[in-house]
């Protein structure tokens, strides 16, 4: 993909997941959600299991595994269906995917011109305070406007 779309593409994503922002701090209930919302309905375990076409005791078995993590994706969005909701799943950044790219184009900017600097400084060439910060800032923007493929292997 082209450096121009990757961005593009990044914050129509940001653009997305901010939507889940108000659930990024939600802790699902103590005993699952699919026990929660079972409940809530006024369901029993043999109704659900009924629903589900499955035995009474796996009912018992997936409300267990769930707050663990134990169930698949599938598994969720069949209990989901059975109980006449739809089960969302999305990975929402902590921040927002342009900040944790810049991020690491800060981290591994500031590495190379820490080595540059170094050099520099040793042929008497070394840069200003504001020079330095003028050339960090030119080249965090650089990364992130191109986003390299390897930026997420260079050291951090």
Not at 21 to 36: E, S, T
Not at 60 to 77: C, N, Y
Not at 99 to 108: D, F, K, S, Y
Request: glycine share 6%; charged share 25%.
């Amino acid at each position: 993909m082209k450096a121009k779309y990757k961005q593009i593409a990044r914050l129509q994503l940001d653009a997305t997941l901010s939507l889940f922002g108000v659930v990024r701090n939600m802790q699902p209930p103590a005993k699952g959600w699919i026990r929660a919302v079972r409940e809530a309905l006024g369901m029993s375990g043999k109704q659900l299991a009924h629903r589900l076409n499955v035995s009474q005791p796996r009912v018992h078995r997936l409300e267990q595994d769930e707050p663990s993590g134990a169930l698949t994706l599938k598994t969720m969005r069949q209990a989901a269906e059975a109980l006449d909701c739809i089960f969302v799943y999305a990975l929402v950044p902590r921040s927002s995917l342009e900040n944790t790219v810049r991020e690491q184009a800060r981290l591994v900017t500031g590495e190379r011109l820490q080595r540059v600097a170094h050099t520099m400084l040793l042929e008497a060439q070394g840069l200003s305070g504001k020079e330095q910060q003028a050339s960090l800032d030119a080249a965090i923007e650089e990364l992130v406007r191109e986003t390299p493929t390897d930026l997420w292997d260079m050291k951090s």
